[in-house]
Nanobody, 120 residues
Framework: QVQLVESGGGWVQAGGSLRISCAASGRARYPMGWFRQAPGKEREFLAAISSSDGSTYYQDSVKGRFTITRDNTKNTVYLQMNSLKPEDTAVYYC???????????????WGQGTQVTVSS
């Protein structure tokens, strides 16, 4: 089992940037991803990254604005968010599983979430 702890959320003006982080416990390096859930909406997949070769996958709506990266020495994944819009306001969740496909489809491990608020 892996524990995930997000950090770096906060408030930003529209057009600004924010980077959120997710630190995973243990020695294992899992494929990881980011999801978000806005008030009154379902949780949606944003991006995922493999544990080995760094392959990345993105939801079309954030492609080109959001970038997922990882530092395996720190067992940490990042989500760099640029050109933020008010509709990006949500709780952002880190997730992990044993395969990249499982991360995208419905991961087993979740962080507690970090709030991102974008004001207009």
């Amino acid at each position: 089992q892996v524990q995930l702890v997000e950090s770096g959320g906060g408030w930003v003006q529209a057009g600004g940037s924010l980077r959120i982080s997710c630190a995973a416990s243990g020695r294992a390096r899992y494929p990881m991803g980011w999801f978000r859930q806005a008030p009154g909406k379902e949780r949606e997949f944003l991006a995922a990254i493999s544990s080995s070769d760094g392959s990345t996958y993105y939801q079309d709506s954030v492609k080109g604005r959001f970038t997922i990266t990882r530092d395996n020495t720190k067992n940490t994944v990042y989500l760099q968010m640029n050109s933020l819009k008010p509709e990006d306001t949500a709780v952002y969740y880190c997730a992990a599983d044993v395969s990249i496909g499982a991360v995208v489809a419905g991961p087993a491990y979740w962080g507690q979430g970090t709030q991102v608020t974008v004001s207009s």
